[in-house]
């Protein structure tokens, strides 16, 4: 029977999403998923995947690799892309719970805060290949992945332009999850704006720590490193070692941006004209294509001049291509206030405990010994209208005129 007044669906509604709550979705933990992981857990939430079934492989150990990629390897000198085959692993047949989909993205380039400020923010060339050449080592003799009943989803994205990822991610996952373009979209955009939403909370807390450390007067140390260095497999948690020493530790890829700090640390250059504006990197870097060089040379930069960070640990894996030309800029750049600068350049698969552990000893006698000189000395270069103590001035004066 024909419904006459039946209401129509508005056409400015999105339609109900489909049930896609059942569906396991493992993405290995790697590389430049550590500074992207939110913007993927966003866009699966968005488009009805459970929290719980969105699982990402474990940290990075020697046990991963041969229990889950040994006979997977390919020919790769990068260790980060090599271990990569104990996550795929691990996904694979590890998991009491199988999945139903691996998700490792080829990442082109990356949505930098430096943005509009450098050439390009592109990612290296053997890090964004990196999940083919894994891939490769587990279709040698059959293809494990429909073995094991798990489709394999390997989108290619220039996160730095959002305005392409939703056709990337739609041509790349349409048949695998089933989706249309309009959810596609709206599901990208929920992406960035969970990636938003985590660097600024980052950037925050990033922020709290400075301010104390201005307040107190008390040192604290800067990593410069790639984002995959944060995996205590990959990194070898030198920075937490440093950190039980009761040395605060912030990573450059989440130092505060804002106008008001940035302005303070670099004003003179800017009123110079020697940069265009706080996150340019042009006086001491113009080849600025590599997101993850931009960032290191740029905090190199910021630690050079904050007061308050009186020693920067270089973190690099062995014979890093991309790594290579930097150290000496950055050395340079960083010890040019009298910073402290260590570098551990050469890391890989093994953990030497005993010569991190004296490295460490090493740093800690340094920092105690000149801290407060490297304070002193960089609070000199800058205006007194320090952002961070203004509060406390406040706070401060507000007190003694409550006493009186």
Not at 4 to 26: H, L, Q, T, V, Y
Not at 45 to 72: C, H, L, M, W, Y
Not at 95 to 104: A, E, F, R
Not at 147 to 176: I, R
Request: hydrophobic share 35%; aromatic share 10%.
């Amino acid at each position: 029977m024909q419904t006459w007044f039946a209401k129509k669906a508005s056409a400015a509604c999105p339609p109900p999403p489909r049930d896609r709550s059942g569906i396991r979705i493992g993405i290995p933990k790697v590389l430049n998923i550590w500074s992207t992981h939110q913007f993927w857990v966003g866009f699966l939430r968005n488009i009805g995947i459970a929290p719980e079934n969105i699982v990402f492989s474990s940290d990075t150990s020697e046990e991963q690799g041969r229990e889950f990629g040994k006979g997977r390897g390919t020919v790769d000198c990068c260790y980060p892309v090599k271990a990569m085959s104990g996550h795929y692993g691990e996904l694979l047949f590890g998991l009491k719970n199988k999945i139903h989909i691996i998700l490792s993205p080829m990442i082109y380039s990356l949505p930098s805060f430096m943005r509009g400020h450098v050439s390009e923010t592109l990612a290296c060339t053997r890090v964004m290949a990196g999940p083919e050449n894994i891939r490769a080592g587990f279709m040698k003799e059959s293809d494990v992945f429909a073995d094991n009943g798990v489709q394999y989803a390997s989108p290619f994205v220039n996160m730095a332009e959002p305005e392409m990822v939703s056709k990337q991610m739609y041509d790349c996952l349409k048949d695998v999850l089933n989706l249309d373009m309009a959810e596609t979209q709206r599901a990208v955009d929920a992406g960035y704006k969970a990636l938003r939403e985590f660097n600024q909370k980052a950037r925050a807390e990033t922020r709290k720590i400075l301010e104390w450390c201005a307040r107190e007067g008390k040192p604290c140390v800067l990593v410069l490193a790639r984002p995959y260095h944060m995996d205590p497999g990959i990194g070898h948690e030198i920075e937490s070692d440093l950190q039980a020493h009761g040395y605060p530790i912030v990573w450059l890829q989440y130092l505060p941006i804002d106008d008001d700090l940035l302005g303070w640390i670099f004003r003179d250059e800017l009123q110079a004209k020697q940069i265009r504006s706080p996150l340019d990197i042009s006086d001491v870097w113009t080849s600025s294509n590599s997101s993850n060089t931009n960032e290191i040379l740029w905090g190199a930069k910021f630690a050079a001049r904050f007061p308050w960070i009186t020693c920067v640990l270089r973190l690099s894996s062995y014979e890093c291509g991309m790594d290579q030309p930097t150290y000496t800029p950055t050395q340079k750049i960083v010890e040019a206030t009298g910073t402290l600068f260590f570098k551990f350049g050469d890391l890989d698969s093994t953990k030497p405990t005993g010569s991190i552990r004296i490295r460490i000893e090493t740093i800690v006698h340094y920092l105690g010994k000149y801290s407060n000189k490297i304070i002193q000395k960089k609070l000199a270069l800058l205006h007194p209208d320090c952002p961070l103590l203004a509060n406390h001035e406040e706070e401060t004066a507000s007190a003694a005129s409550n006493g009186k």
